[in-house]
């Protein structure tokens, strides 16, 4: 790898990567969570169209669910962490791709007390984009105990099926029936492999775009701020949904199944 002061990826992590679909990173992005910390509070005093659009308001009156994307070109410190941290090395060697494209970025503010859920699903019917080559990197900037720790299904990635992407007020993104209904997870817990830890400031929790995952609402008495970092490798083409995806690019002129080639995706990683 080319830049040595980045921190080298185990092949123990990789193999368990590609295996299960989630990993946790212990203290990788330590160094970044003061600035990104930053960039949350700027961006929540100023949202983009989309963070209004996505922030759930509880019907039982607890705190807001704060959410917004695609912000990095306009949150300088967003913009550091996606062209001078390691995030763009460590995807590429768990995608075990020779390049490493941002796909985009998702702030996740469950403030204290809210009881918002975030239900189970997986990324990749949201998105247009096909492919093996993904990652995402939750990334808490407060601590965060097991219990409103986001919680994955180890192997779902793995999995055949694509499952109906559902707003997380409860819509229906798109109208069309393409896609299966999400399983009774919660009712049938023994038989999924499902993993979350306790974390720290400075961990992720890396993920594919087809890994099941969700979150519990937050009871605590402090906020749980999330920045997410979206990757996509070599294998990467452009996928018409057959209706807007979330985040929806509405620049986009590519066909289906053409490479993802767009400023909008920069290729950060190997270092020009």
């Known amino acids: 790898m080319q830049n040595h002061q980045h921190p080298r990826v185990e092949l123990d992590t990789i193999n368990t990567w590609q295996a299960e679909g989630v990993v946790l990173l212990k203290g990788v992005f330590t160094p970044w969570i003061d600035s990104l910390a930053s960039g949350v509070s700027t961006l929540m005093a100023n949202p983009s169209q989309y963070g209004h659009a996505r922030t759930v308001i509880p019907k039982d009156g607890s705190a807001p669910f704060f959410q917004d994307y695609c912000n990095w070109s ?159 490798g070599d294998d990467a083409t452009f996928a018409d949904r057959g209706g807007v995806t979330s985040p929806p690019f509405p620049e986009l002129t590519l066909q289906d199944g053409e490479p993802l080639v767009s400023p909008l995706f920069p290729e950060v990683w190997p270092i020009k």
């Not at 300088?76 to 941290?85: D, H, I, M, T, Y």
């Not at 763009?88 to 490493?100: D, G, H, P, R, V």
């Not at 965060?144 to 409860?170: A, M, Y």
Request: charged share 20%.
């Open 74 to 232: 306009r949150i300088p410190e967003f913009e550091a962490f996606v062209f001078q941290s390691p995030a763009a090395e460590i995807a590429a060697a768990l995608m075990k791709s020779q390049t490493a494209k941002f796909f985009h970025d998702h702030v996740l503010v469950k403030q204290a007390g809210g009881s918002t859920i975030t239900p189970w699903h997986h990324d990749q019917p949201y998105y247009c984009v096909h492919g093996q080559q993904n990652v995402s990197f939750w990334i808490p900037l407060d601590p965060v105990s097991e219990d409103i720790s986001l919680r994955c299904i180890r192997g779902s990635h793995l999995w055949n099926d694509e499952f109906s992407p559902t707003r997380f007020n409860g819509t229906q993104l798109y109208q069309h029936k393409r896609f299966k209904d999400m399983p009774d997870i919660d009712g049938h817990q023994d038989k999924y492999d499902i993993v979350n830890w306790a974390l720290e400031p400075g961990d992720a929790v890396a993920f594919h775009f087809r890994t099941l995952h969700g979150a519990r609402g937050n009871h605590t008495a402090n906020s749980r701020r999330v920045f997410s970092a979206r990757w996509v």
